[in-house]
């Protein structure tokens, strides 16, 4: 069972910086094999792609954060973060951590419960 744990939301005036982390678990979960990604849902819109960052190192933003946000992540510590900064309002969302592939025609595609952004201007 692969288990997805964000953390690191939560209220920052405009202008300012969070990282979120996801921390990833499972017997033979590796974020190393996966394309790790966080998607965000704010209230009334649909869930959108923010960032996603495949098994061979490419990286893929929405237009709204290039520049302003990046996605690493640390393999020994199956962990991914997403560092944010210059927030602005329209950032505002509970954002997801995603982890997806697609193996001898399986696709395997896990969530993590979702964490908080707030800014406030």
């Known amino acids: 069972q692969v288990q997805l744990v964000e953390s690191g939301g939560g209220l920052v005036q405009a202008g300012g910086s969070l990282r979120l982390s996801c921390a990833a678990s499972g017997s033979i979960f590796s974020t190393s094999t996966y394309t790790m990604g966080w998607y965000r849902q704010a209230p009334g819109k649909e869930r959108e792609l923010v960032a996603h960052?495949?098994?061979?190192?490419?990286?893929n933003y929405a237009d709204s954060v290039k520049g302003r946000f990046t996605i690493s992540r640390d393999n020994a510590k199956n962990t991914v973060y997403l560092q944010m900064n210059s927030l602005k309002p329209e950032d505002i969302a509970v954002y997801y951590c995603?982890?997806?592939?697609?193996?001898?025609?399986?696709?395997?595609?896990?969530w993590g419960q979702g964490t908080q952004v707030t800014v406030s201007s």
């Open positions: 995603n982890a997806k592939r697609t193996i001898f025609g399986i696709k395997y595609d896990y």
């Open positions: 960052l495949t098994s061979t190192g490419s990286t």
